[in-house]
Structure formats: structure tokens, C-alpha cells
């Protein structure tokens, strides 16, 4: 047995451990929190540390009072807490978790030096015990979902109309929202919610090009398939055909594309082409074809190519022995400074191309403009030139087309009954100042353009944001569904997420907004030499995913301490909410540029008239730096996230992320959600957080916990008939099945490594076996990349 002295001293050793931690954390507390309060903030953390203080030294003198104090601190945080915060999880587990368990060891202290035995007094023990188990229940709920949006109520019984332009009665997946209208439902029927437990990996191909992070590459395509192949590429536009039963490669073929600044391949294209195409109305007849059936893709180094869909050799009849030259008419093109990321756009007979620019470099980077190719040819047959709208294409020479103008950096969608193609559009370059830009520039930045698809003359515009110096581009592909009028009927409609969280909802025939879209006065105020919008559009006919006004009390943290370091952040910066300009001054926007809603884009389970949606909810902080101070200190960085020289203006732009020390996002969770809104009602039908910090943590350490915070998505999700929504995306390594009807999860697959792109479905032309395949090639959060695609089977 332990000797009394023994004993004695642990005791001792305890008491004072102890003791020293609790002072540490109340020093802190009053320090930070003397720093909050003289910047307006909250005067609790000041008030705890001194409490916390106090109650450390008595103990540390074996003062019983010392236990009091503690006591009493908690009692009064939890006061404070529920007042500060409500009754929501998260919120409540930062604010007394670390107390909480602070509690009980306190409990557990010896409180006088003859004490031979930690538990001195019963009802200390009896104290201890419960707070513990009371923390063993807290641990045990962390791992289930909190925040769960459920209205039964906002679910209506109007069910689609099946003449919708998305409805394809196909088990292809031949577009990269799988229809031409992006709506990313598949009538693939094998799969249900009733059987999806039963999914088991079916096949696995290795691209064998891990892409390297640190270079800013990725593996992100959403494949097609066609008639028994599936198709994709590599992020140096590697292209690949894989027999669709068994994953077995049929044909690989080297583009020899020349790497730039931000490497990726988000999709191709696919084509049957036939011996005639019409423009303008009249046929256009084509000599015999090489390539029946064709495979398109855009490269890294700004070029179009079109393979044999069949054997994955360069079609000849194609521009020039099956390539087209990008750079044609753009002027000079620096490395890297323009280049396609998104799948081209396959619109009847017709390649629609624009381009990503190299964000926050310069001003008058290359050209924004939007071609259209013939499929069969590569000839090109229209221009849209936000600089010349007027330019007809005997005019267009090497250096036609207006610089720096609004892109289109993501992918538009085409209705082929209505003949138009939806562009889109981001800004004129460079993204956090704008006071030169051009009537034009600020006409098309930020908006939904409708092209005709013959000749490329504009239709409607609609702006979802003006003057936009945020970079809130329009970052997802239209969405074209036809939604219930009200009156038996339905109405054209387009559906547009953006970064501000909002969602757009337009006739795609006139361009008027379908729902509600008020102009709200927002925060201005930005530099001298440039200008902010007194108003911005808000859909408030449409929820509002994920966005807010932040207050001190929204900061959140795994601890006080560094919810405290938040409190200070948060009020250090510049807020005013939405849209508070960039300035002189560090400011916080909320959402930032990841979004709200990015690239990944929407599905419409077209059956059951839900939209669905996924969000990122991550501040970033920004501030504009002159010139010549911003040349001295961050000469040579240029990436975006970082910051931006934006050369040929007066100010250089500084980046961040709203996190804390510990790299966690400094706004309560969720972090990132899934969402489905009836489009009859126009109501949330359920959300819920989406993820878990499985495969990341604090300080980049991995927690191995699948506790479901909700976490930044990345991709989107896609829907079938049988109401099962698929979503990857995610920061742990899972692929998802979630009920369409409940937002519950019905399985999750594991990856080998995460996945930031779309899945898709396909049911095999040979077998009637549905499928559905992710591509995983890392997250950014892990930096642990791959190259695999994986296909799932019943």
C-alpha cells in the first residue's frame, strides 16, 4: 500500500499543478479580457479571470475558500453563457466545457495538509462525479448532429411535371450537371433509400498523376459516361476512358499541356456529331467526319482539343490535327494569366468557352470574352465582348478582344427548346478595387447574361451584385427548372446560387426575377479614389443559407482563451455587415470569396421539386495597402488567399482567413451545411451540418473523431428519382447518401483520401447496374492528395 507520505506528497503536487493552471487561465482571461473591453467588448472574460485568479492563489495556500470561488465562477459563467448564447450546443460546449472539468478536479482537491485521501469530503466527491458524467454525456453528444433544420411543414404536394428541360430519360451522365440545364438529377432508379446501406466499392482507377498541393494543383473532375465508358481528365488535362463496368482503362492519351499557377480539370465534353449542324438557321453541311463521337476539352495552357470519344485519338478534322489555339485574338497571354478550368459547355453543335484570369494580379489581364466553337471543326462562329459587343468576326485579329473584362470562369448551362446559353460572369480584374472600371465593365460583372446560342447576341443581363469589390462572382452553373406558378402551371425558371449566401431564382425567357429580390442599403465607404453601391439586390424571396450579421457573442472557439483571441479579432476589424467594404483598415467579410455557395452548384430533385444545397461559412479579413508600402512589404506574393499586388492601382490588397491560433473558423458552427428548399413553397424543407473533423482538427492534428460539426464543403451534391442525394465535398474522407425527403444520412463510403469535386450516376448500358462515382483527390484542409476514381455498386 501507498504510504501516508507518499500520499501526502502527490497531494501536494496535485493541489499545486492545479492551482497554477487555474492561475495561468485567469491571468490570460484578464489580460485578454481588459484588452476586449477597451475595445467595446464584453466585460466578462476581464471579470472571470480575476474571479479565476483568486480562486487559483487561495487554493494554492490549501484555502477551502479557494473551492468557493471556483464554484462560483462556474455558476456565473453558465449565467452568462445562456444569456450570451441561448441554449445551442456549440455555443454553450466552448463557452463551459473546459470549466466544467476544471470543476470537478477541483472537487477532487484535498483541502487541508493532514488530508490523506483525494476524496476528503463525500459531497465533493458526489460533485465531481456528476460533473463528469455530465462531461462524458457532453463528449458523447459531440458526436451527434446539432443545429438540425427539420420543417415538415415547408413540404408542399406539388410534384414536377416531367417535361422539365433537366429531365433526361437517359442512365448517361453526359454533361457535367448531366443535362445541358445543370440541375444535376439522374433518373437512375436502382439505387433507393431503402437499399443504399448495401453500396460497396465496385471498382477503383489511379490516374497515376497525384497532384501536388503546394503547386496549387487538383484532382477535382466529375466524370461523364456514355454508352458503357466513362470519361475524365487529370489536372494537366491527362485524358482518360474507363470501361464503365469494371474501371478497366480502354484508353489514356497525353495532351502535353504546360502547367500554370493553379492546375485543375473540372470536366469535358461530350459530343455525337452528325454530318450537318445548323447556325443562324441555315444547315451547314460537313465533310465526313473523323470522329463520330468526340470527347472536348480545354487545357491548362489555353487550348481546345477534341479526341475520338472511341479511341482517344486527336480528331484531325479539328482546328489543327484536333486543336484550337486559345490565345487567338487575346493579345499577349503572361503564363498563367488566362486558362479554362470548368468542362466545356456542349450547346447543340456549339462549344461554349470562357476563361479564369489570374485573380488580383493586374489590371488589363486578358480578355473576359466568351467564344463559341463548332463542334464538328473548331471553327470559331460567334464572340461575346462584354469591351465590343458590336465585334464581328471578320474584324477579330490577334489582339481583338477588350482586356480585362468581366469572365466567365464557371460553367453555363443551355436551354435548347428556348435557344439560349446562360452565362456566369465575374469581374473585371482586378477583384478589391474598381474605381477603373469601365460602364461596361460594371454592367456585366456579377451577373446572369443570356446569349442567344446562334449568334451570341445578348438576351437579358440581371446583376446580383453592383460594383462588386468582394469577389462575390457568380461562381456556380445555372441551374434551369421549371418551377409551379401558383395557378396549375409553371413557370422557365433559373435558379442561381452565389457567395453571398443568396439565391436567385429568374425567368430564364425575360431575365425578371421569378421571387422576391429587394435593394437593401448597405455599409459604404472604401478608399478615396474608388466608390461603393449604396444598395445591393437581396433575394428575400428565397432563405438566406448561412449568412448574417455577426456579433461579438457569434465568436466561438474549442476554449475561452481562444474564443477570447476571436472576440478580440472580431473587434479589431472593420464590420458592418453585409458588404462592408474593402478598406485602409483590416476588415472582415462574412461570407468571404470561398462563399457562401462556389463552383460545386446545385442539384433539383426534379420529382419531389426540391432544391439542394450545400454552403461554406468561413470569414476572410482583408485590408488595402498603397502602393509603395504594400511593393516593401509583400513584394513577390501574389496568390490569392494570400494577398494581391493588383498592378495599375494605387493599393495592394492583404488577405486572410477569420480563424483562430488553433485554425478554426471564429464564428460559431456549423462551418458548412446541406440544404433542401421546396421550389413550391420556396421554404426550407431541412439542413443539416454536413461533415465531421475526422480527418482534420486544431493545429492541423488529426482527431480521428467524426464529430459532425458541419465543415467548409467543396463540390456539390446530385439527386436521383429515388430521392437519394449523393454529397462528397467534405473535409473528412466520405462519400455520402442522404435522404431527399429528411436529410438524414442513409450511408458513407470511405475514401482513401478526401474528395473536393461532384459525383455523378450512371446505370450500365451492359449490365442495368447503377453506379455512382466520386473523384478523390484530396482536400486542402489534409494536404494528403490522390488520383483515385471510385465507383459504388449495390
Same mark, same amino acid.
Given at each position: 500500500m501507498m504510504s501516508i507520505q507518499k500520499k501526502t506528497t502527490l497531494n501536494t503536487l496535485y493541489t499545486k499543478l492545479l492551482s497554477i493552471i487555474i492561475i495561468a487561465l485567469g491571468v490570460a482571461l484578464l489580460a485578454g479580457g481588459a484588452y476586449l473591453i477597451a475595445l467595446g467588448g464584453s466585460l466578462y472574460f476581464a471579470f472571470a479571470g480575476v474571479l479565476l485568479s483568486v480562486s487559483g492563489i487561495l487554493l494554492l495556500k490549501n484555502k477551502r475558500s479557494g473551492v468557493w470561488v471556483f464554484i462560483a465562477t462556474v455558476f456565473l459563467t453558465v449565467i452568462w453563457a445562456i444569456a450570451d448564447s441561448g441554449f445551442a450546443f456549440w455555443p454553450l460546449f466552448s463557452r463551459l466545457y473546459v470549466l466544467a472539468l476544471l470543476a470537478a478536479l477541483v472537487l477532487l482537491l484535498p483541502l487541508s495538509k493532514t488530508a490523506t485521501t483525494l476524496f476528503h469530503m463525500p459531497v465533493n466527491r458526489l460533485a465531481a462525479i456528476t460533473i463528469l458524467a455530465g462531461c462524458l454525456l457532453t463528449f458523447i453528444a459531440m458526436f451527434q448532429k446539432h443545429g438540425v433544420i427539420r420543417n415538415d411543414f415547408a413540404m408542399s404536394e406539388t410534384k414536377h411535371a416531367e417535361n422539365n428541360p433537366g429531365i433526361a430519360n437517359s442512365h448517361n451522365w453526359s454533361h457535367w450537371g448531366n443535362t445541358p440545364a445543370g440541375t444535376r438529377f439522374s433518373t437512375s432508379n436502382q439505387i433507393t433509400p431503402e437499399n443504399v446501406h448495401n453500396l460497396k466499392q465496385a471498382w477503383s482507377y489511379q490516374t497515376g498523376e497525384v497532384p501536388n498541393p503546394?503547386?496549387?494543383?487538383?484532382?477535382?473532375?466529375?466524370?461523364?459516361?456514355?454508352?458503357?465508358?466513362?470519361?475524365?481528365?487529370?489536372?494537366?488535362?491527362?485524358?482518360?476512358?474507363?470501361?464503365?463496368?469494371?474501371?478497366?482503362?480502354?484508353?489514356?492519351?497525353?495532351?502535353?499541356?504546360?502547367?500554370?499557377?493553379?492546375?485543375?480539370?473540372?470536366?469535358?465534353?461530350?459530343?455525337?456529331?452528325?454530318?450537318?449542324?445548323?447556325?443562324?438557321?441555315?444547315?451547314?453541311?460537313?465533310?465526313?467526319?473523323?470522329?463520330?463521337?468526340?470527347?472536348?476539352?480545354?487545357?491548362?495552357?489555353?487550348?481546345?482539343?477534341?479526341?475520338?470519344?472511341?479511341?482517344?485519338?486527336?480528331?484531325?478534322?479539328?482546328?489543327?490535327?484536333?486543336?484550337?489555339?486559345?490565345?487567338?485574338?487575346?493579345?499577349?497571354?503572361?503564363?498563367?494569366?488566362?486558362?479554362?478550368?470548368?468542362?466545356?459547355?456542349?450547346?447543340?453543335?456549339?462549344?461554349?468557352?470562357?476563361?479564369?484570369?489570374?485573380?488580383?494580379?493586374?489590371?488589363?489581364?486578358?480578355?473576359?470574352?466568351?467564344?463559341?466553337?463548332?463542334?464538328?471543326?473548331?471553327?470559331?462562329? @460567334?464572340? @461575346?465582348?462584354?469591351?465590343?459587343?458590336?465585334?464581328?468576326?471578320?474584324?477579330?485579329?490577334?489582339?481583338?478582344y477588350t482586356r480585362g473584362t468581366p469572365n466567365v470562369w464557371s460553367t453555363p448551362s443551355y436551354d435548347e427548346k428556348l435557344g439560349l446559353v446562360y452565362l456566369p460572369t465575374g469581374n473585371a480584374t482586378p477583384d478589391f478595387w474598381g474605381g477603373h472600371r469601365t460602364p461596361q465593365d460594371e454592367a456585366y460583372s456579377s451577373s446572369i447574361v443570356a446569349l442567344e446560342l446562334t449568334t451570341g447576341k445578348e438576351r437579358w443581363r440581371y446583376q446580383t451584385v453592383h460594383h462588386d469589390i468582394w469577389d462575390f462572382d457568380v461562381p456556380s452553373q445555372p441551374a434551369l427548372f421549371d418551377i409551379p406558378d401558383g395557378a396549375g402551371g409553371t413557370i422557365p425558371a433559373l435558379i442561381q446560387t452565389t457567395k453571398m449566401g443568396q439565391i436567385f431564382v429568374l425567368n430564364r425567357e425575360t431575365g425578371e426575377p421569378v421571387t422576391e429580390v429587394v435593394e437593401k442599403k448597405v455599409p459604404t465607404g472604401s478608399v478615396d479614389d474608388d466608390w461603393t453601391s449604396p444598395t445591393q439586390p437581396y433575394s428575400v424571396g428565397m432563405p438566406l443559407i448561412g449568412n448574417?450579421?455577426?456579433?461579438?457573442?457569434?465568436? @466561438?472557439?474549442?476554449?475561452?482563451?481562444?474564443?477570447?483571441?476571436?472576440?478580440?479579432?472580431?473587434?479589431?476589424?472593420?464590420?458592418?455587415?453585409?458588404?462592408?467594404?474593402?478598406?485602409e483598415v483590416p476588415t472582415l467579410h462574412l461570407p468571404g470569396w470561398f462563399g457562401g455557395m462556389n463552383w460545386g452548384s446545385v442539384s433539383v430533385v426534379e420529382n419531389q421539386n426540391l432544391l439542394i444545397v450545400n454552403d461554406i461559412r468561413v470569414g476572410v479579413t482583408s485590408q488595402l495597402i498603397p502602393r509603395k508600402a504594400f511593393e516593401e512589404m509583400y513584394a513577390g506574393i501574389g496568390s490569392e488567399g494570400v494577398s494581391g499586388q493588383q498592378l495599375g492601382t494605387p493599393w495592394g490588397i492583404k488577405q486572410g482567413q477569420f480563424i483562430s491560433a488553433l485554425g478554426i473558423p471564429c464564428q460559431q458552427p456549423p462551418f458548412g451545411t446541406l440544404t433542401a428548399i421546396d421550389m413550391t413553397t420556396k421554404d426550407i424543407v431541412w439542413q443539416v451540418p454536413l461533415g465531421t473533423v475526422e480527418d482534420t482538427g486544431p493545429l492541423g492534428i488529426v482527431t480521428h473523431l467524426p464529430?459532425?460539426?458541419?465543415?467548409?464543403?467543396?463540390?456539390?451534391?446530385?439527386?436521383?428519382?429515388?430521392?437519394?442525394?449523393?454529397?462528397?465535398?467534405?473535409?473528412?474522407?466520405?462519400?455520402?447518401?442522404?435522404?431527399?425527403?429528411?436529410?438524414?444520412?442513409? @450511408?458513407?463510403g470511405r475514401l482513401p483520401v478526401g474528395a473536393e469535386t461532384t459525383p455523378m450516376t450512371y446505370t450500365s448500358k451492359q449490365t442495368g447496374k447503377q453506379f455512382v462515382l466520386i473523384s478523390a483527390g484530396g482536400t486542402s484542409a489534409s494536404g494528403k492528395p490522390g488520383d483515385y476514381v471510385i465507383a459504388y455498386s449495390l
Open positions: 503546394a503547386a496549387g494543383e487538383g484532382f477535382v473532375v466529375t466524370p461523364l459516361y456514355v454508352d458503357g465508358l466513362v470519361y475524365g481528365c487529370t489536372q494537366s488535362n491527362t485524358l482518360f476512358a474507363l470501361d464503365g463496368d469494371s474501371g478497366e482503362e480502354v484508353w489514356k492519351v497525353e495532351t502535353h499541356s504546360q502547367g500554370n499557377n493553379r492546375p485543375r480539370c473540372r470536366g469535358v465534353g461530350y459530343h455525337q456529331t452528325t454530318s450537318t449542324a445548323t447556325y443562324n438557321g441555315q444547315a451547314q453541311d460537313h465533310a465526313p467526319l473523323q470522329c463520330h463521337q468526340r470527347i472536348i476539352t480545354t487545357t491548362v495552357d489555353a487550348r481546345l482539343i477534341a479526341v475520338d470519344a472511341k479511341t482517344g485519338e486527336y480528331c484531325n478534322d479539328f482546328g489543327n490535327d484536333g486543336i484550337v489555339s486559345l490565345k487567338a485574338g487575346m493579345g499577349e497571354v503572361k503564363p498563367g494569366f488566362y486558362f479554362p478550368t470548368a468542362a466545356p459547355t456542349i450547346a447543340g453543335d456549339l462549344i461554349i468557352v470562357g476563361g479564369l484570369v489570374w485573380d488580383n494580379h493586374e489590371t488589363g489581364e486578358p480578355s473576359g470574352v466568351v467564344r463559341a466553337f463548332d463542334v464538328n471543326n473548331g471553327k470559331l462562329i @460567334w464572340v @461575346w465582348d462584354v469591351g465590343n459587343p458590336a465585334l464581328a468576326l471578320s474584324d477579330v485579329t490577334n489582339t481583338s448574417g450579421k455577426l456579433e461579438e457573442s457569434d465568436m @466561438w472557439g474549442l476554449t475561452l482563451l481562444d474564443q477570447l483571441s476571436c472576440r478580440i479579432q472580431f473587434k479589431k476589424l472593420r464590420y458592418e455587415g453585409d458588404y462592408t467594404p474593402p478598406s464529430i459532425p460539426i458541419g465543415m467548409p464543403t467543396r463540390g456539390g451534391p446530385i439527386s436521383t428519382e429515388t430521392g437519394v442525394i449523393f454529397m462528397a465535398g467534405t473535409q473528412d474522407f466520405y462519400l455520402r447518401a442522404i435522404d431527399a425527403l429528411t436529410g438524414k444520412e442513409l @450511408w458513407k
